[in-house]
């Protein structure tokens, strides 16, 4: 019998069942082709594979309670994001730099990362940063803190948790996870600030999202770990906003062009095409094309490649690419 094909989400739902040795050989086949393919999915099953395996064991031993309240919350943002693909998005990248700091050695915690921070250093500032947006929304988490400008409450949050274990620091990152979860799932018209500018509870949580996956990759080069590539239907809502918002970079690099209009074309899963306009109005005939892969695009928005490396397709207007492509990076943090 052929095996079945499943999405993304019909195997979130089956992990259970797959944990307990419950499915038939050709929906282990199905399920397994998916969590090849998506490592923050085979670390969830290998997490409930590790409660199942307390369960069978139950007349000898009982699971850490910290186990099933983990497990189960895990479940229930699991169960809710399947609905919303912006929360999904958030809650899975979140997953995956979990994963990366459960498989980090201890001793790269000193290693310098692309930003210059100690890689201990940088799970402090994804702390702080994920804090900052619990705090923003009304839920804060970390009292100690309360600087909003990035580079100061990276400082505030590394002195804050000097002496305490990296564990403190995780506890509390996880924290301000689940309360920015929260937030999202009950307040889904509601907007925010972040960095002096009003968003939207979608691409609030698409910021966080993408800063995640950058520092999971900060994460995985110094300490050895696989590259992460998000999901393609990830990675769409990650270019979308990178699309969107290159008027904004544009204006914040000094390199507006009025009455200029470039065309942005990403290629591969996730991608997509946005019509820019360089200096404001609606976008008219186009002068440039600029064709590059998405997920490197993401990378150069990231201040994780510089521009010069980036392979990219150029037609049209080659000075109105370098403006674009040397804007594109305008709004990258730490």
Do not use: K
Not at 1 to 9: C, G, I, K, L
Not at 58 to 74: I, K, M, N, V
Not at 279 to 288: E, H, I
Request: with cysteine; hydrophobic share 50%.
């Amino acid at each position: 019998m052929n095996a079945p094909r499943y999405s993304d989400a019909e195997v979130e739902e089956l992990l259970g069942a797959y944990a307990l040795d419950a499915c038939e050989p050709a929906e282990v086949e199905a399920i397994e082709a998916v969590l090849a393919r998506r490592p923050d999915l085979a670390d969830d099953a290998a997490r409930l594979a590790q409660v199942a395996a307390w369960i069978g064991a139950a007349s000898a031993l009982r699971a850490p309670g910290h186990l099933r309240d983990e497990t189960l919350a895990r479940a229930v943002a699991r169960r809710a994001a399947v609905t919303d693909p912006v929360v999904d998005l958030y809650v899975t990248l979140s997953d995956a730099f979990a994963a990366n700091l459960d498989a980090f050695p201890p001793s790269s915690l000193d290693a310098r990362t692309a930003n210059g921070l100690t890689a201990r250093d940088l799970v402090v500032h994804v702390a702080a940063q994920e804090s900052l947006l619990a705090q923003l929304v009304g839920t804060p988490t970390l009292d100690a803190v309360d600087e909003i400008e990035i580079d100061a409450r990276t400082a505030a949050a590394i002195a804050a948790f000097d002496g305490h274990t990296l564990d403190d620091v995780v506890s509390e990152w996880r924290a301000a996870v689940d309360a920015n979860r929260q937030w999202a799932l009950a307040r889904q018209d509601e907007r925010t600030e972040w960095r002096g500018l009003q968003l939207t509870r979608h691409d609030a949580l698409v910021v966080r999202a993408f800063e995640t996956w950058v520092h999971t990759e900060d994460l995985g080069r110094v300490g050895g770990l696989p590259a992460r590539v998000p999901a393609p239907e990830h990675l769409a809502l990650m270019t979308d906003l990178a699309g969107r918002s290159l008027g904004l970079s544009l204006a914040l690099a000094g390199r507006e062009r009025p009455g200029r209009t470039a065309r942005l074309v990403l290629t591969g899963p996730g991608g997509g095409e946005w019509l820019v306009e360089m200096g404001g109005g609606d976008p008219g005939s186009v002068d440039v094309t600029i064709v590059a892969d998405a997920v490197e695009w993401c990378r150069l928005v990231g201040d994780r490649i510089a521009s010069d490396d980036l392979e990219v397709e150029i037609e049209g207007d080659a000075a109105l690419a370098g403006d674009l492509i040397a804007s594109a990076n305008a709004l990258a943090t730490l």
